[in-house]
Structures are given as structure tokens and as C-alpha cells.
């Protein structure tokens, strides 16, 4: 079953706010860095129940980590990811992401990363904090 279709049907009561479109096009363009040989970690700031970072997890390969950063990660979001993440492949960060600047985790990560989701905070602030963090964390690809 491709990515896609298992991940509609594993998050289909899972509440959030991440539509099929957005789904299906995350999905290709994953499935673009893999097939040629694009590597890193792939990471979410904000997290709620889990419904993009699931496809995320799905996308996850074994030599890969998924990074997750949310105040409060939510049980539910756990469980979802748990099936589809290689074991011991995910870092919890719960913690807000203003935080991370300075920490251990951003001085860790340098251009770690192939993929980030941000949806954390919804203010002015925290959104050019996190887009800060993911210019710390994007690999440069060409």
C-alpha cells in the first residue's frame, strides 16, 4: 500500500487540520527526495494530534530521525506515530520552540535536516523564531 493511502486511512478520525491536497502533496515530494537519494531528518514545530507528523513518520527511514517540538505532546499523537516510526527514531521536544535557539538540540542539528513542518504558535514572533531555527536546521541541497 503506498504512503498515502496508509496514511489516510491511519489518521482518518484523527482531528486536525492537515487536507488530503496538502497530504497528497507532501507525500510526492517525499517520495521525490528519496528516490533521489535526498537524506536527513525530518521535523515538525507544533504537533497537536500528530496528523502531518504521521505522514512524516511514514516517510521516516531506519538511518533517519523525526524531530518533534510542541509544548505539550499528546498521548494520542504518540500512539499514532509509534507504528510508523523506525524505534528509537523520534525526539520528543516539549518545549516551546522560542526555547530551542542557543540549545543543545539547534547546536546538534546543523543542516540536519531534509524536511520541516512549521505550525507552532500562530504569532509574528514565533513564526520568524521558527523559521530562524529552520534556517539552522535545512540541509542545502544545491
Known amino acids: 500500500m503506498k504512503v498515502f493511502e496508509r496514511w489516510r486511512e491511519s489518521t482518518r478520525t484523527t482531528q486536525g487540520f492537515f487536507i ?39 516517510h521516516t527511514r531506519n538511518e533517519e530521525r523525526l524531530a518533534l517540538v510542541d509544548q505539550s505532546i499528546q498521548p494520542e499523537a504518540r500512539a499514532l506515530l509509534e507504528p510508523f516510526t523506525p524505534a528509537g527514531n523520534v525526539s520528543y521536544l516539549e518545549m516551546r520552540s522560542s526555547r530551542l535557539a542557543g540549545s543543545a538540540e539547534t547546536a546538534r542539528w546543523p543542516r540536519a535536516f531534509r524536511w520541516i513542518h512549521v505550525d507552532g504558535e500562530h504569532t509574528g514572533q514565533a513564526l520568524a523564531n521558527d523559521l530562524h531555527l529552520c534556517n539552522l536546521w535545512l540541509r542545502r541541497i544545491m
Open 20 to 58: 488530503e491536497e496538502a497530504a497528497a502533496t507532501w507525500d510526492v515530494l517525499l517520495d521525490f527526495q528519496e528516490a533521489t537519494g535526498i537524506t536527513g531528518m525530518l521535523g515538525g514545530i507544533g504537533v497537536w494530534y500528530a496528523k502531518s507528523a504521521s505522514l512524516l513518520a511514514m
